[in-house]
């Protein structure tokens, strides 16, 4: 069954016609295991139709992407790394030039939230596309680079200096005790946890929703999930489910390469491990921003 929620439902590459896309794709029953990777389906191994392998008993099959054209590892480390890339260069410009002084604090945040929404409907569109745009995948994060870089100098002159570079490497040291754990195993991605992670993240964001509703509308914190005791559980919380989506993301590199998905879609695997550590990076800023300011 499909997601009606591209952006929080896992992506994936799919199949259309035998090409490869992107789609918001939740398991189905009898189907991948994860319903990371639909190129292939059937009980055991659900790979087992990837339309790139070339069948014998049907006309006209889709033959495989020639050898030079299938993704790598080395692929999606290159585009991760230009788009994240992206996202540092515009948060430096943003820091630097958006000061969020009193005098000009309300024309940045104004900026920041503007970026926001803006890199929010690029990630829509993406996740609604079938193939990568590399285009859109980067303006998306050049938006999202505006929006941290302002969020981030707000918290550093107003809360703590040492506030983002702790951000930063928290936000680094669960990328890698997340890829050490599933390389090791510690970690299997499996229809159950996939299904478990999705409907945790769904109700998380629905919380926060909420929250801002009434903060908005009733002044204050709201319903105080972003304060005190509840605001530090409630962190944490979104730190673990930064980790989770993380396990996902690697389960979908994983699957994308040992099944020979096309080169172009290692950009759909940067795309969605940068709006993860975006997810986690934001999530320790709120946590330090919270433990700091209750000192």
Same mark, same amino acid.
């Given at each position: 069954?499909?997601?009606?929620?591209?952006?929080?439902?896992?992506?994936?590459?799919?199949?259309?016609?035998?090409?490869?896309?992107?789609?918001?794709?939740?398991?189905?029953?009898?189907?991948?295991?994860?319903?990371?990777?639909?190129?292939?389906?059937?009980?055991?191994?659900?790979?087992?139709?990837?339309?790139?392998?070339?069948?014998?008993?049907?006309?006209?099959?889709?033959?495989?992407?020639?050898?030079?054209?299938?993704?790598?590892?080395?692929?999606?480390?290159?585009?991760?790394?230009?788009?994240?890339?992206?996202? /540092? @260069?515009? &948060?430096?410009?943003?820091? $630097?030039? =958006?000061?969020?002084?009193?005098?000009? *604090?309300?024309?940045?945040? +104004?900026?920041?939230?503007?970026?926001?929404?803006?890199?929010?409907?690029?990630?829509?569109?993406?996740?609604?596309?079938?193939?990568?745009?590399?285009?859109?995948?980067?303006?998306?994060?050049?938006?999202?680079?505006?929006?941290?870089?302002?969020?981030?100098?707000?918290?550093?002159?107003?809360?703590?200096?040492?506030?983002?570079?702790?951000?930063?490497?928290?936000?680094?040291?669960?990328?890698?005790?997340?890829?050490?754990?599933?390389?090791?195993?510690?970690?299997?991605?499996?229809?159950?946890?996939?299904? /478990? @992670?999705? &409907?945790?993240?769904?109700? $998380?964001? =629905?919380?926060?929703?909420?929250?801002? *509703?009434?903060?908005?509308? +009733?002044?204050?914190?709201?319903?105080?999930?972003?304060?005190?005791?509840?605001?530090?559980?409630?962190?944490?919380?979104?730190?673990?489910?930064?980790?989770?989506?993380?396990?996902?993301?690697?389960?979908?590199?994983?699957?994308?390469?040992?099944?020979?998905?096309?080169?172009?879609?290692?950009?759909?695997?940067?795309?969605?491990?940068?709006?993860?550590?975006?997810?986690?990076?934001?999530?320790?800023?709120?946590?330090?921003?919270?433990?700091?300011?209750?000192?």
């Amino acid at each position: 069954m499909r997601s009606s929620n591209p952006v929080f439902s896992r992506r994936g590459f799919s199949r259309d016609n035998g090409h490869a896309g992107f789609n918001a794709q939740q398991p189905q029953a009898g189907g991948p295991a994860v319903g990371t990777n639909p190129y292939v389906q059937g009980a055991g191994n659900p790979y087992a139709t990837n339309p790139y392998a070339p069948s014998d008993t049907q006309l006209g099959a889709p033959q495989a992407p020639p050898r030079g054209n299938v993704m790598t590892i080395d692929d999606v480390v290159a585009r991760t790394a230009m788009t994240l890339g992206t996202v /540092f @260069v515009t &948060a430096t410009l943003a820091w $630097f030039l =958006l000061p969020v002084d009193e005098a000009n *604090l309300g024309t940045s945040y +104004g900026i920041a939230i503007g970026a926001a929404l803006v890199a929010f409907v690029f990630a829509i569109i993406q996740a609604f596309k079938r193939k990568a745009s590399p285009a859109l995948i980067l303006a998306y994060a050049a938006f999202e680079g505006v929006f941290l870089g302002v969020i981030s100098s707000a918290v550093s002159t107003y809360v703590s200096a040492g506030a983002v570079p702790q951000a930063v490497l928290g936000t680094m040291s669960v990328f890698a005790g997340v890829l050490f754990a599933y390389k090791m195993r510690w970690i299997r991605v499996t229809r159950r946890f996939y299904g /478990f @992670v999705m &409907a945790a993240a769904m109700g $998380f964001v =629905l919380l926060m929703m909420v929250n801002l *509703l009434f903060s908005v509308f +009733g002044g204050g914190d709201g319903l105080g999930f972003r304060s005190g005791g509840l605001g530090i559980l409630f962190g944490v919380i979104g730190i673990i489910l930064g980790a989770c989506f993380l396990a996902l993301d690697f389960k979908q590199v994983e699957d994308g390469i040992a099944y020979g998905a096309p080169r172009e879609e290692s950009w759909l695997a940067a795309f969605g491990l940068t709006m993860t550590l975006v997810w986690i990076y934001m999530e320790f800023l709120r946590l330090i921003s919270i433990l700091q300011g209750n000192d």
